[in-house]
């Protein structure tokens, strides 16, 4: 059975094994990077041969690290004529 990762409202700094769900729980606001170094680090101490740059579970599969939600900036509205700010 495959290992899942699960983004829940934990302490960031340290991943937790959910062996009911055989999910890893990682906390929030962690960039891509940090939570794959998590996921990689708990998979290795249960015994998953971490290879190649992913995480990798036991069966040899990669296991999906959720990435975060992109950020997208406020938008501002022109404040002029009409055909101003639909101009293509």
Not at 44 to 63: E, F, I, K, M, N
């Given at each position: 059975?495959?290992?899942?990762?699960?983004?829940?409202?934990?302490?960031?700094?340290?991943?937790?094994?959910?062996?009911?769900?055989?999910?890893?729980?990682?906390?929030?606001?962690?960039?891509?990077?940090?939570?794959?170094?998590?996921?990689?680090?708990?998979?290795?101490?249960?015994?998953?041969?971490?290879?190649?740059?992913?995480?990798?579970?036991?069966?040899?599969?990669?296991?999906?690290?959720?990435?975060?939600?992109?950020?997208?900036p406020?938008?501002?509205?022109?404040?002029?004529?009409?055909?101003?700010?639909?101009?293509?």
């Amino acid at each position: 059975m495959c290992a899942i990762v699960s983004v829940e409202d934990i302490d960031p700094a340290a991943p937790v094994w959910d062996r009911a769900r055989v999910a890893i729980l990682i906390g929030p606001d962690l960039d891509y990077f940090q939570a794959l170094k998590q996921v990689r680090a708990l998979l290795s101490w249960l015994g998953a041969p971490q290879r190649g740059l992913g995480a990798t579970c036991w069966c040899g599969d990669y296991v999906q690290v959720p990435k975060p939600n992109p950020r997208v900036p406020p938008q501002r509205t022109a404040r002029g004529r009409k055909e101003v700010r639909h101009a293509g």
